[in-house]
T-cell receptor, first 115, second 113 residues
Framework: AQSVAQPEDQVNVAEGNPLTVKCTYS??????LFWYVQYPNRGLQFLLK??????LVKGSYGFEAEFNKSQTSFHLKKPSALVSDSALYFC?????????????FGKGTKLSVKP | DAGITQSPRHKVTETGTPVTLRCHQT?????MYWYRQDPGHGLRLIHY???????DKGEVSDGYSVSRSKTEDFLLTLESATSSQTSVYFC????????????FGQGTRLTVV
C-alpha cells in the first residue's frame, strides 16, 4: 500500500538559513510526488511535483525538492528561509492505479522561521 | 484559489442531525475529492468522484455519503452527525489522474455539539 511519512512534526529555522522538510514514501511502481503548503485558516496550495526526469524539482516561492529513488525520499528545500515561509507543509503521493490517482498525504510538518 | 467554492465555510450542528457540505467548481475538472483534516492525522480521503454519478469510498468513508449529479457540484452528507466528525473538510479537484496536482478549496469548519 502507498504511504508517506513526514518524520518531523516541527522544524525550526532562523531567517536566512537553509531549510529542509523531510518526506519519505512507499509506493509500488513509479512515484508521483507532491508538496503542498497550508497557511493558517486556508486551503492547501500546490508547491511542486515530481513526475519523472530531473531529480531536482523547482517550484513556487523559491522552494525546490530533491527526489532520491534509492532512499525513497522527496525532501523539500529552500536555500534561504523567510519568516513568511512559516506554515504547515504536506508531502503527498499519488495512489495506485485503480484508485483514480488519489492523493495520500503525510501528517504534515509545521515550519517555524524566526527572525 | 482555482475556481473552487465550498459552502458553508463554518457550521455548528447538533449530534444526530444530517449535514450537507457543498463543493462547487468552475474548472470543469473530472475528479473531485472530499478530505477531512484533523491534528495528527494530516488529510484523509473520505470519498471521491471520477465523473458524474461515479463515486467511490476513500479511507474514512463510514458515516458519510456523496453525490455528484453535475460536473461542477460534489456534495458531502453526514447522515447523522457525531462529535467524531468535528473536523475541517476540504474539497479538491484535479483534471486527470496520476501526474497532475489537485487544487483545494478553502475548507469548511464543522463542529458537532
Amino acid at each position: 500500500a502507498q504511504s508517506v511519512a513526514q518524520p518531523e512534526d516541527q522544524v525550526n529555522v532562523a531567517e536566512g538559513n537553509p531549510l529542509t522538510v523531510k518526506c519519505t514514501y512507499s509506493v509500488s511502481g513509479n512515484p508521483y510526488l507532491f508538496w503542498y503548503v497550508q497557511y493558517p485558516n486556508r486551503g492547501l496550495q500546490f508547491l511542486l511535483k515530481y513526475i519523472t526526469g530531473d531529480n531536482l524539482v523547482k517550484g513556487s516561492y523559491g522552494f525546490e525538492a530533491e527526489f532520491n529513488k534509492s532512499q525513497t525520499s522527496f525532501h523539500l528545500k529552500k536555500p534561504s528561509a523567510l519568516v513568511s515561509d512559516s506554515a504547515l507543509y504536506f508531502c503527498a503521493v499519488r495512489g495506485a492505479l485503480g484508485s483514480q490517482g488519489n492523493l495520500i498525504f503525510g501528517k504534515g510538518t509545521k515550519l517555524s522561521v524566526k527572525p | 484559489d482555482a475556481g473552487i467554492t465550498q459552502s458553508p465555510r463554518h457550521k455548528v450542528t447538533e449530534t444526530g442531525t444530517p449535514v450537507t457540505l457543498r463543493c462547487h467548481q468552475t474548472e470543469n475538472h473530472r475528479y473531485m475529492y472530499w478530505y477531512r483534516q484533523d491534528p495528527g492525522h494530516g488529510l484523509r480521503l473520505i470519498h471521491y468522484s471520477y465523473g458524474v454519478k461515479d463515486t467511490d469510498k476513500g479511507e474514512v468513508s463510514d458515516g458519510y455519503s456523496v453525490s455528484r449529479s453535475k460536473t461542477e457540484d460534489f456534495l458531502l452528507t453526514l447522515e447523522s452527525a457525531t462529535s467524531s466528525q468535528t473536523s475541517v473538510y476540504f474539497c479538491a479537484i484535479s483534471d486527470r489522474g496520476e501526474n497532475t496536482e489537485a487544487f483545494f478549496g478553502q475548507g469548511t469548519r464543522l463542529t458537532v455539539v
